[in-house]
């Protein structure tokens, strides 16, 4: 009888079987992310029950309804859904941006989130990456959530962000309240617009990262203790 053609001979399984046994198991595993879930979507969670208890709608309902009566617009749903239905604007923007497609924590990808912010910006990476190693190095209640054109790091609120501003520049913004501005330290004017990041230091290498950035990171970081 012909032999199979996907069926090793006695030789080569013997072989094989040899080599298994002697080879040296690899120790690599697949690296974890740096990235944590964006605490929005926690929100999401405790909202989506209490939707249910408020309304008597589960999330899905409410977005069937809207997607069959409601207006085609974002503004005119979220406007339809407070006055036609009584939700509350949170409410009624959470549900009109998921019926507009908007992802929910399952669609949530930070990693490739962060590779489409760097898309003609490859160069910034490296820069990017140091500051995720000083930003996670400040303590173990730190977490960095990617958006679409930022990384913010929280602690209790965002205390700092990487944002890299053009294709040469990456600004470390960093929450530090109305400090007068000195060294490389840039204000932002966003203490006077009651925004959280209120000063930045532009980087353009990583020979840039320096004691002075470290200093002013872990400084915003202890300020949201």
């Known amino acids: 009888m012909p032999k199979s053609k996907s069926a090793p001979d006695s030789e080569s399984t013997s072989k094989s079987a040899l080599d298994s046994k002697s080879a040296p198991k690899s120790k690599s595993a697949p690296l974890k992310s740096p990235y944590s879930l964006h605490p929005g979507f926690a929100m999401q969670t405790t909202s989506m029950a209490k939707l249910i208890e408020r309304t008597g709608k589960t999330l899905e309902q409410w977005i069937k309804l809207v997607k069959k009566s409601g207006p085609p617009t974002a503004k005119g749903q ?85 944002k890299p501003s053009t294709k040469t520049r990456i600004d470390l913004g960093f929450a530090l309240g109305d400090l007068k501005a000195k060294g490389r330290l840039i204000d932002t004017g966003g203490f006077a617009k009651k925004d959280r990041i209120t000063h930045r230091i532009a980087i353009t290498s990583v020979a840039e990262i320096d004691a002075e950035v470290e200093r002013w990171l872990e400084k915003a970081y202890e300020r949201d203790a």
Not at 115 to 124: E, I, N
Not at 148 to 160: D, M, N
């Open 78 to 162: 979220i406007a339809w859904l407070k006055s036609e239905h009584g939700l509350t604007t949170n409410y009624a923007a959470w549900v009109a941006e998921r019926a507009g497609g908007g992802g929910g924590a399952e669609d949530y990808d930070p990693d490739a989130l962060v590779d489409a912010m760097y898309v003609g910006k490859g160069d910034l990476r490296p820069i990017h990456e140091r500051l995720v190693r000083l930003g996670l190095a400040l303590g173990k209640d730190v977490k960095l959530c990617p958006g679409s054109t930022i990384v913010p790091f929280y602690r209790k609120h965002v205390f700092a962000q990487i």
